[in-house]
């Protein structure tokens, strides 16, 4: 399991899901199922006003899924 703290987000990485939360509201925002995923590689952007996740889409090479959280003011 990875965890990772990125301004107001906290991105758990286990195997076979990730879990958005919200810092600030102390709420989850996304529960993903995601293929076997051992290692932990996803990518996020560093912008403060969204958050971009990337990470990898299913066992084909080369495949990754990209989904994007508007950051609420």
Do not use: W
Request: overall charge neutral; glycine content about 2%; some cysteine.
């Amino acid at each position: 399991m990875y965890i990772i703290y990125y301004i107001n987000r906290i991105i758990v990485i286990c195997e076979q899901k990730i879990f958005v939360f919200d810092f600030n509201k102390f709420q989850d925002i996304d529960i993903i199922d995601t293929f076997e995923n051992p290692k932990g590689i996803v990518a996020l952007s560093y912008d403060p006003n969204r958050t971009v996740l990337a990470y990898p889409a299913d066992k084909t090479k080369g495949f990754v899924r990209v989904k994007c959280y508007e950051t609420m003011t």
